[in-house]
């Protein structure tokens, strides 16, 4: 079993940044595969960004590309997602999810390929 916890969350004004981080406990492994999803009030959860095990292949959502990167600390079991740039339409909870790798190199968009989730971190985006 895996556990994540995300922190980091907050209301930020339209054009600033936040710093989401997800720490993993229990089973953790280098070998995971680790993304970022979110969920706005009334819509469905959506892919945000996945990187592969080995942090080499990172894979972004066509919103949030060239704004949001995400990394992460396979010593400290941390996946990191800086948010730039953020726009109202940010405005969501946010969830980190892990799911063991068949490769090295590969990442997962969709949330059904994933096993693991944290509770989520609110993000407020004001205008």
């Known amino acids: 079993q895996v556990q994540l916890v995300e922190s980091g969350g907050g209301l930020v004004q339209a054009g600033g940044s936040l710093r989401l981080s997800c720490a993993a406990s229990?089973?953790?492994?280098?070998?995971?595969?680790r993304g970022w999803f979110r969920q706005a009030p009334g819509k469905e959860r959506e892919f945000v960004a996945a990187?592969?095990?080995?942090?080499?292949?990172?894979y972004y959502a066509s919103s949030v590309k060239g704004r949001f990167t995400i990394s992460r600390d396979n010593a400290k079991n941390t996946v990191d997602l800086q948010m730039n740039s953020l726009k109202p339409e940010d405005t969501a909870v946010y969830y980190c999810?892990?799911?063991?790798?068949?490769?090295?190199?590969?990442?997962?968009?969709?949330?059904?390929?994933?096993?693991?989730w944290g509770q989520g971190t609110q993000v407020t985006v004001s205008s």
């Open positions: 990187i592969s095990a080995s942090p080499t292949n990172t």
């Open positions: 229990g089973r953790t492994s280098s070998s995971y595969v």
């Open positions: 999810a892990a799911r063991q790798a068949l490769n090295p190199y590969t990442t997962y968009s969709r949330s059904d390929d994933y096993n693991y």
